[in-house]
């Protein structure tokens, strides 16, 4: 078994939790219409930040006025950084945390709402257990006029109280490795792992991948209460909408689904690999060699699935034998996307899929 790396670490001895700095990493990008409620909830803290820093990645509305606007009356620094070119939502945010100067690093979107106690939750949890390389929490999903829905964030990408058992239970990467649970506005973590996080590939979701780097060489804990108010507005760059079996067969149903769905394996097994690679390459270890081996099958599965033959009949074996290894159950749908590969044609390869929004695509 690879030894834990201590590394991440090694700025958090418990004797050392008051020293703790903490900055704020937020990405804007024409995001006057929400940005004053945002910011507006950064100053209700109850643990306020040592610093926030935002990069602005080219607004043509009036975000960079009311950015300078706050920076005047804000108690604590506001550093702010417009970029000389659009980056896209993925570059905006490695260069936000590439910024920041504080031990705790917590990200923040524009057009959420913080509640009073979400920074100091954060911090008391990774004060109280070292051992841990971040933190992050539910949130209530709001319309645009933070009006509450029925459905919760964890609902909505099914933290469920399985898979936050087995959160618990150490067995944070293997739920990661099957689908993201955590969301960047509610997602506070150590900065001492920013090496290993940074630079974040271009095609990844900036949280997924920080969360999947930080569970491969520790753990990640959560609070099991919402801290964020989540805004829906039609313009979100990843939505939160609850999606049921039925929305599944209706997207199985569209034509153009295939192709969206060779799309995304593609990106996930790039992504796979890359992470892979960054793993074994950095100073960092995997927690353990089992979780090594877990994403070494990842990708045998997701190779797997994108070399399936064209003819259903010619499939069935090779889908059949992902089956029996249990592969589909732990890196996708089971058997429903069992099902799908039996049924799809194959596609021609039509290149990774880059839309930041592409998580939700069906599996």
Partial sequence: MAMESTRCRALYNPKNRSAMTLSIAMCTYNGGRYLDEQLESLLRQTRLPDELVVCDDGSSDATADILSAFAERAPFPVRIHINPVNLGSTKNFERAISLC?????????????????????????????????????????????LRPSNVSLWDAVSFDTGRRRRFRNGQAFSVLLQRTVVT???????????????????????????????????????????????????????????????????????????????????????????????????????????????????????????????????????????????????????????????????????????ASGDRQAAQ
Avoid at 115 to 137: D, I, T
């Fill in 101 to 145: 100067t504080g031990d705790l690093i917590a990200l923040s979107d524009q057009d959420d709402v913080w509640l009073p106690e979400k920074l100091e939750r954060a911090e008391q949890m990774l004060a109280q257990r070292p051992e841990m390389l971040g933190v992050f929490s539910d949130a209530h999903v709001t319309d645009e006029s």
């Fill in 184 to 354: 960047g506005t509610t997602f506070t973590f150590r900065a001492a792992c920013r090496d290993l996080i940074l630079p974040i590939p271009e095609q990844a979701v900036h949280d997924a991948w920080i969360a999947l780097m930080l569970a491969a060489v520790g753990e990640i804990a959560f609070l099991e209460v919402p801290l964020v108010l989540y805004r829906q507005h039609g313009r979100n760059q990843i939505g939160a909408a609850k999606h049921t079996v039925w929305d599944q067969v209706a997207d199985a149903a569209d034509p153009d689904s295939a192709g969206a769905k060779r799309a995304y394996l593609q990106k996930e097994l790039q992504l796979s690999r890359l992470a892979l690679q960054r793993l074994q390459e950095s100073r960092y270890q995997f927690h353990d060699a089992r979780k090594q081996e877990l994403l070494v099958s990842k990708i045998q599965h997701l190779e797997s699935r994108l070399s399936l033959p064209q003819g259903r009949l010619r499939r069935t074996i090779p889908i059949f034998k992902e089956m029996i290894s249990g592969r589909y159950s732990k890196y996708s749908y089971g058997a429903f996307s069992a099902a799908r590969d039996f049924a799809g044609a194959r596609i021609p390869n039509r290149g990774i899929a880059r």
